[in-house]
Protein backbone atom coordinates (compact mmCIF):
# COMPACT_ATOMS: atom_id res chain seq x y z
CA UNK A 1 0.00 0.00 0.00
CA UNK A 2 2.70 2.32 0.82
CA UNK A 3 5.06 1.29 -1.74
CA UNK A 4 1.99 2.20 -4.05
CA UNK A 5 1.51 5.53 -2.68
CA UNK A 6 5.06 6.47 -3.01
CA UNK A 7 5.23 5.34 -7.01
CA UNK A 8 2.31 7.33 -7.20
CA UNK A 9 3.96 10.54 -5.98
CA UNK A 10 6.72 9.68 -8.30
CA UNK A 11 5.13 9.01 -11.27
CA UNK A 12 3.57 13.06 -10.77
CA UNK A 13 6.95 14.24 -9.68
CA UNK A 14 8.15 12.81 -12.87
CA UNK A 15 4.85 14.41 -14.83
CA UNK A 16 5.55 17.40 -13.45
CA UNK A 17 9.82 17.33 -14.72
CA UNK A 18 8.79 16.33 -18.14
CA UNK A 19 5.97 18.65 -18.54
CA UNK A 20 8.25 21.33 -17.47
CA UNK A 21 10.71 20.53 -20.09
CA UNK A 22 13.39 19.35 -17.90
CA UNK A 23 12.66 15.62 -19.62
CA UNK A 24 12.46 12.26 -18.10
CA UNK A 25 15.97 11.24 -18.34
CA UNK A 26 17.74 8.17 -16.65
CA UNK A 27 19.23 9.49 -13.83
CA UNK A 28 15.74 10.69 -12.99
CA UNK A 29 14.12 7.66 -12.91
CA UNK A 30 17.48 6.26 -10.79
CA UNK A 31 15.35 7.72 -7.52
CA UNK A 32 12.72 5.58 -8.57
CA UNK A 33 14.57 1.67 -8.06
CA UNK A 34 18.02 1.75 -8.21
CA UNK A 35 19.51 2.28 -11.72
CA UNK A 36 17.36 2.29 -14.80
CA UNK A 37 19.39 -0.76 -15.30
CA UNK A 38 17.77 -2.21 -11.93
CA UNK A 39 13.95 -1.58 -13.70
CA UNK A 40 14.76 -3.67 -16.48
CA UNK A 41 15.28 -0.83 -19.30
CA UNK A 42 18.53 0.37 -20.49
CA UNK A 43 17.97 3.66 -22.31
CA UNK A 44 20.50 3.28 -25.02
CA UNK A 45 21.63 6.73 -27.01
CA UNK A 46 22.82 6.34 -30.63
CA UNK A 47 23.12 9.06 -33.45
CA UNK A 48 20.77 7.36 -36.26
CA UNK A 49 22.68 9.24 -39.63
CA UNK A 50 25.79 6.37 -39.75
CA UNK A 51 24.59 3.73 -41.94
CA UNK A 52 24.82 0.85 -41.52
CA UNK A 53 25.05 1.25 -38.45
CA UNK A 54 22.21 2.99 -37.38
CA UNK A 55 20.13 5.09 -39.32
CA UNK A 56 15.85 5.91 -39.42
CA UNK A 57 14.16 3.30 -40.83
CA UNK A 58 10.97 2.66 -43.46
CA UNK A 59 8.99 2.42 -40.16
CA UNK A 60 10.48 5.99 -38.76
CA UNK A 61 12.06 3.73 -36.24
CA UNK A 62 15.84 3.87 -35.36
CA UNK A 63 17.50 0.24 -37.16
CA UNK A 64 20.64 -1.07 -37.98
CA UNK A 65 23.16 -3.18 -37.26
CA UNK A 66 23.97 -0.88 -34.16
CA UNK A 67 20.69 -1.08 -32.63
CA UNK A 68 19.95 -4.91 -33.98
CA UNK A 69 23.17 -5.78 -32.10
CA UNK A 70 21.96 -3.87 -28.37
CA UNK A 71 18.32 -5.32 -28.82
CA UNK A 72 20.14 -9.06 -28.99
CA UNK A 73 22.24 -7.90 -25.77
CA UNK A 74 18.85 -6.16 -24.11
CA UNK A 75 17.44 -9.98 -24.68
CA UNK A 76 20.47 -11.45 -23.55
CA UNK A 77 20.97 -9.06 -20.31
CA UNK A 78 17.02 -9.55 -19.65
CA UNK A 79 16.75 -6.06 -20.25
CA UNK A 80 14.43 -4.02 -22.59
CA UNK A 81 16.25 -1.17 -24.70
CA UNK A 82 15.07 1.79 -25.47
CA UNK A 83 16.59 3.92 -27.76
CA UNK A 84 17.07 7.41 -27.25
CA UNK A 85 18.34 8.96 -31.34
CA UNK A 86 20.27 12.38 -30.54
CA UNK A 87 23.52 14.32 -32.02
CA UNK A 88 26.65 12.31 -31.76
CA UNK A 89 28.58 15.19 -30.13
CA UNK A 90 25.90 14.45 -27.42
CA UNK A 91 26.34 10.89 -26.60
CA UNK A 92 29.06 10.37 -24.53
CA UNK A 93 28.51 13.42 -22.11
CA UNK A 94 24.60 12.10 -21.88
CA UNK A 95 25.66 9.11 -20.10
CA UNK A 96 24.55 8.58 -16.86
CA UNK A 97 22.19 11.51 -17.06
CA UNK A 98 19.77 11.22 -20.75
CA UNK A 99 20.76 8.09 -21.26
CA UNK A 100 22.48 4.57 -20.18
CA UNK A 101 24.87 3.51 -22.41
CA UNK A 102 25.42 4.82 -26.20
CA UNK A 103 25.99 2.64 -29.49
CA UNK A 104 26.56 4.78 -32.29
CA UNK A 105 29.89 3.24 -34.27
CA UNK A 106 31.78 4.37 -31.55
CA UNK A 107 35.82 4.24 -31.72
CA UNK A 108 37.28 3.88 -28.15
CA UNK A 109 39.07 6.89 -27.83
CA UNK A 110 41.55 8.03 -24.87
CA UNK A 111 39.50 11.59 -24.53
CA UNK A 112 36.47 9.91 -24.54
CA UNK A 113 37.90 7.31 -21.79
CA UNK A 114 38.11 9.89 -19.82
CA UNK A 115 34.72 10.21 -19.22
CA UNK A 116 33.06 7.15 -19.97
CA UNK A 117 34.37 3.26 -20.04
CA UNK A 118 33.82 0.96 -23.20
CA UNK A 119 32.55 -2.66 -23.57
CA UNK A 120 34.78 -5.30 -25.07
CA UNK A 121 34.83 -4.04 -28.98
CA UNK A 122 32.27 -5.40 -31.44
CA UNK A 123 33.95 -3.83 -34.86
CA UNK A 124 36.85 -2.72 -36.18
CA UNK A 125 36.81 0.35 -38.77
CA UNK A 126 39.19 2.83 -40.26
CA UNK A 127 38.13 6.21 -41.99
CA UNK A 128 38.11 6.55 -45.24
CA UNK A 129 37.62 10.03 -47.40
CA UNK A 130 35.25 10.43 -50.16
CA UNK A 131 35.78 12.40 -53.22
CA UNK A 132 34.61 14.05 -56.31
CA UNK A 133 34.55 11.89 -58.73
CA UNK A 134 37.97 11.63 -60.92
CA UNK A 135 39.64 13.45 -58.35
CA UNK A 136 43.08 13.15 -58.27
CA UNK A 137 43.02 13.08 -54.24
CA UNK A 138 44.95 9.46 -53.57
CA UNK A 139 47.36 10.35 -50.28
CA UNK A 140 48.14 11.89 -47.41
CA UNK A 141 50.12 14.65 -49.56
CA UNK A 142 46.73 15.60 -51.20
CA UNK A 143 44.53 16.66 -48.49
CA UNK A 144 47.19 19.27 -47.38
CA UNK A 145 45.33 22.95 -47.66
CA UNK A 146 41.80 21.75 -48.52
CA UNK A 147 38.60 21.89 -47.47
CA UNK A 148 36.98 18.97 -45.67
CA UNK A 149 33.87 18.05 -44.59
CA UNK A 150 33.75 15.91 -41.10
CA UNK A 151 30.71 14.88 -39.07
CA UNK A 152 31.40 17.01 -36.08
CA UNK A 153 32.72 15.36 -32.67
CA UNK A 154 34.29 12.01 -34.86
CA UNK A 155 37.69 10.72 -35.11
CA UNK A 156 37.30 11.86 -39.01
CA UNK A 157 36.87 15.57 -37.43
CA UNK A 158 40.12 14.92 -35.47
CA UNK A 159 42.07 13.42 -38.14
CA UNK A 160 40.88 16.38 -40.31
CA UNK A 161 41.76 18.75 -37.49
CA UNK A 162 45.54 17.48 -37.70
CA UNK A 163 45.98 18.04 -41.28
CA UNK A 164 48.20 20.62 -42.79
CA UNK A 165 45.97 23.80 -43.94
CA UNK A 166 43.05 22.01 -44.11
CA UNK A 167 39.64 23.78 -43.88
CA UNK A 168 37.38 21.88 -41.70
CA UNK A 169 33.74 22.06 -41.77
CA UNK A 170 32.11 19.97 -39.04
CA UNK A 171 28.14 19.00 -39.95
CA UNK A 172 25.92 17.33 -37.36
CA UNK A 173 24.78 14.83 -39.44
CA UNK A 174 27.14 13.13 -41.74
CA UNK A 175 25.29 13.21 -44.84
CA UNK A 176 25.09 17.10 -44.46
CA UNK A 177 29.09 17.11 -45.10
CA UNK A 178 28.66 14.79 -47.66
CA UNK A 179 25.87 17.19 -49.65
CA UNK A 180 28.36 19.87 -48.94
CA UNK A 181 30.73 17.33 -51.21
CA UNK A 182 28.34 17.34 -54.40
CA UNK A 183 27.66 21.01 -54.00
CA UNK A 184 31.75 22.04 -54.49
CA UNK A 185 31.38 23.49 -50.60
CA UNK A 186 33.92 20.86 -49.69
CA UNK A 187 36.48 19.24 -51.39
CA UNK A 188 36.28 15.77 -49.42
CA UNK A 189 34.61 14.17 -46.98
CA UNK A 190 36.90 12.20 -43.98
CA UNK A 191 34.38 9.50 -42.68
CA UNK A 192 34.07 5.70 -41.33
CA UNK A 193 35.09 3.06 -44.00
CA UNK A 194 30.72 1.77 -44.09
CA UNK A 195 29.16 4.70 -44.14
CA UNK A 196 31.58 6.12 -46.57
CA UNK A 197 30.37 3.29 -49.24
CA UNK A 198 26.64 3.63 -48.14
CA UNK A 199 27.15 7.25 -49.15
CA UNK A 200 29.58 6.30 -52.34
CA UNK A 201 26.99 3.73 -53.73
CA UNK A 202 23.81 6.41 -52.50
CA UNK A 203 25.87 9.13 -54.95
CA UNK A 204 27.79 6.49 -57.27
CA UNK A 205 27.31 9.20 -60.08
CA UNK A 206 29.37 11.87 -58.19
CA UNK A 207 31.59 10.37 -55.80
CA UNK A 208 34.63 7.88 -55.26
CA UNK A 209 35.70 6.49 -51.82
CA UNK A 210 39.60 6.13 -51.06
CA UNK A 211 40.26 3.70 -48.67
CA UNK A 212 41.87 4.84 -45.48
CA UNK A 213 45.00 2.68 -46.63
CA UNK A 214 46.15 4.95 -49.04
CA UNK A 215 46.31 7.57 -46.42
CA UNK A 216 47.82 5.63 -43.32
CA UNK A 217 44.60 5.82 -41.23
CA UNK A 218 45.19 4.11 -38.02
CA UNK A 219 42.58 1.18 -37.79
CA UNK A 220 39.45 2.32 -34.86
CA UNK A 221 37.56 -0.10 -32.48
CA UNK A 222 34.08 0.59 -32.14
CA UNK A 223 32.27 -0.33 -28.38
CA UNK A 224 29.55 0.69 -26.53
CA UNK A 225 30.01 3.32 -24.34
CA UNK A 226 29.41 2.50 -20.45
CA UNK A 227 29.43 4.35 -17.09
CA UNK A 228 32.46 5.14 -15.78
CA UNK A 229 32.76 2.23 -12.93
CA UNK A 230 29.74 0.58 -13.69
CA UNK A 231 31.71 -3.08 -13.66
CA UNK A 232 28.60 -4.60 -13.12
CA UNK A 233 26.81 -3.70 -16.37
CA UNK A 234 29.91 -3.84 -17.99
CA UNK A 235 30.46 -7.73 -16.89
CA UNK A 236 27.03 -8.20 -18.47
CA UNK A 237 27.22 -6.57 -21.64
CA UNK A 238 30.63 -8.05 -22.07
CA UNK A 239 29.38 -11.42 -21.49
CA UNK A 240 26.64 -11.37 -23.94
CA UNK A 241 28.79 -9.75 -26.69
CA UNK A 242 30.60 -13.21 -26.20
CA UNK A 243 27.37 -14.78 -26.37
CA UNK A 244 26.61 -13.30 -29.64
CA UNK A 245 29.85 -14.00 -30.94
CA UNK A 246 29.68 -18.01 -29.92
CA UNK A 247 26.07 -18.58 -30.91
CA UNK A 248 26.27 -17.23 -34.45
CA UNK A 249 23.97 -14.22 -33.71
CA UNK A 250 26.46 -11.64 -34.07
CA UNK A 251 27.75 -13.18 -37.94
CA UNK A 252 24.58 -13.19 -39.04
CA UNK A 253 23.90 -9.62 -38.26
CA UNK A 254 27.02 -8.86 -39.88
CA UNK A 255 25.71 -10.24 -42.77
CA UNK A 256 22.63 -8.53 -42.62
CA UNK A 257 23.50 -5.11 -42.36
CA UNK A 258 27.24 -5.25 -43.21
CA UNK A 259 27.69 -7.40 -46.37
CA UNK A 260 24.12 -7.61 -47.59
N1 LIG B 1 33.63 6.22 -35.38
C1 LIG B 1 33.54 7.63 -35.36
C2 LIG B 1 33.72 8.15 -33.95
O1 LIG B 1 33.63 7.44 -33.02
C3 LIG B 1 32.24 8.16 -35.95
C4 LIG B 1 30.99 7.65 -35.30
C5 LIG B 1 29.76 8.42 -35.76
N2 LIG B 1 28.59 7.72 -35.38
C6 LIG B 1 27.32 8.12 -35.58
N3 LIG B 1 26.35 7.34 -35.21
N4 LIG B 1 27.09 9.26 -36.14
O2 LIG B 1 33.95 9.29 -33.74
Known amino acids: MKKKIISAVLVAMLTVASLAGCGNTAAESTTAEGTASAQGTLVVGTNAAFP ?34 MEFDSLVSSIGSKIDVAIAGMTVTEERQKTVDFSESY ?24 KIGVQLGTTGEFIADEIEG ?59 ALPKGNTDLANKINAAIQELKADGTYDSLVKQYIEE
Open 166 to 224: AEVSAYNKAVDAVNDLNNNRVDCVIIDKNPAEVFGAQFADKVDVIPGTSFDFEPEFYAI
Open 123 to 146: YEAVQSVIVPKGSSIASAEDLKNL
Open 52 to 85: PFEYVGDDGQPDGFDIALIKAIGEKIGMDVQIQD
